[in-house]
């Protein structure tokens, strides 16, 4: 089975700017979750979705918004950047049933000048 | 609030030596519990869960109610183990939403 693929893998953008960055789960799986990674943080949570909802929310503000397609793949969109906005994100599947291991895609490194 | 804290960064090893990386929680209900690890230049992956109880690659990790610990532990640490280890916590039964830790990266020597 291929693995989770997200596209773009580099991206820079200036203050201001927003962003989209997709997510293509392993096939099968119904469950997306996103991440941020910065240095200060470390791994923080976005959010999940599930069956094209979202399902579980991390304290982040409304700026950064998710959704899913019916194919599963997700996207999310980070609107009026900030610098501190740079980060890795990390987009994650799982299949579903209970405690399941959650397989991460390589990241999108974004850069916000 | 939830939260996991290691507080170790750095854990410097000799080859064929113990390993225990520390990882604390905070969490009002009961918690599912994991390590991920990330080897350079390769995704984060899973190395173990509490709820399997399981030893992978030699390591293990008890839950600790008590002391609301979850520590991993090696016998004998080898070089191809040197990487970022992460504790995390999940809110979900499905181990989605993972709270991590901020990370302890091991270096294994000869």
């Known amino acids: 089975k291929a693995g989770v693929t997200q596209t773009p893998r580099y991206l820079i953008k200036t203050r201001g700017q927003q962003v989209t960055l997709s997510c293509s789960p392993i096939s099968g799986h119904r469950s997306v979750s996103w991440y941020q990674q910065t240095p200060g943080q470390g791994l923080q949570f976005l959010f999940e979705?599930?069956?094209?909802?979202?399902?579980n929310k991390g304290n982040f503000p409304g700026r950064f918004s998710g959704r899913q397609f019916s194919n599963s793949r997700s996207e999310m969109n980070v609107s009026t950047l900030e610098l501190g906005d740079s980060a890795l994100y990390l987009c994650a599947s799982v299949q579903g049933g209970l405690y399941n291991e959650q397989f991460f895609g390589p990241g999108t490194r974004l850069t916000v000048l | 609030a939830q939260r996991v804290t290691q507080p170790e960064k750095l854990l410097s090893v000799f080859k064929g030596a113990p390993v225990e990386l520390k990882c604390n929680y905070s969490?009002?209900?009961?918690?599912?519990l994991f390590w991920y690890v990330q080897y350079s230049r390769q995704r984060l992956q899973l190395l173990l869960r509490h709820i399997s109880r399981e030893s992978i690659k030699g390591f293990t990790a008890d839950l600790n109610k008590g002391e609301t610990s979850f520590h991993l532990k090696k016998p004998f640490a080898q070089e191809e183990d040197s990487a970022m280890y992460y504790c995390a916590l999940s809110e979900s039964q499905a181990g989605t939403a993972l709270i991590f830790g901020k990370g302890t990266t091991l270096s294994v020597s000869s």
């Open positions: 969490y009002s209900g009961s918690p599912e």
């Open positions: 979705y599930f069956s094209e909802t979202q399902r």
